[in-house]
């Protein structure tokens, strides 16, 4: 269980380390948001792993938001979407099953979900936006006095 994975852990990384952290610690290798994620034997996924994983993750709720699957919160994503979620994750990266209640992909999704959703939110209504107001027409706007007057329809006595 998570509880039981926290309690046993003595060693904490200080909040010193985790500003410095970032692009940086991945590009060494340092994975310290997922000391979770463990093999077999107990040992760490290092950060490239850790940075693959949240990749893949990242392309799951792309699919699920393509198949209008993607809810606006973790919590509330549908069982079926779910479970092919788990599936896949665990195909793909079988250290992630090393635990009870899938709790550890449910903390990694927890943890980001939410950002990932208002970020990908954003761009999509910012290419939607650029793309309404911009015209592929090679002929200029009309100009609203240039338009013949409209006609009113007549009504049935």
């Not at 940075?51 to 393509?66: A, P, Q, T």
Request: overall charge positive; some cysteine.
């Amino acid at each position: 269980m998570r509880s039981e994975w926290a309690a046993s852990k003595e060693a904490v990384v200080s909040s010193d380390h985790l500003g410095m952290c970032g692009r940086s610690c991945v590009g060494r290798g340092e994975n310290v948001s997922m000391n979770f994620i463990e093999d077999i034997d107990g040992q760490p996924i290092n950060g490239h792993k850790a940075l693959e994983i949240r990749k893949v993750i990242r392309e799951l709720w792309v699919e699920m938001d393509l198949m209008k699957l993607a809810p606006k919160s973790w919590s509330k994503v549908a069982h079926t979407a779910l479970v092919n979620f788990w599936q896949q994750m665990y195909d793909r990266f079988p250290k992630l099953a090393y635990c009870n209640g899938h709790w550890k992909l449910d903390k990694i999704c927890t943890d980001n979900y939410s950002q990932w959703f208002c970020m990908h939110l954003n761009s999509q209504n910012e290419n939607s936006n650029s793309n309404q107001s911009t015209s592929t027409s090679k002929w200029p706007p009309l100009e609203p006095e240039s338009l013949p007057p409209s006609k009113k329809p007549k009504l049935a006595p």
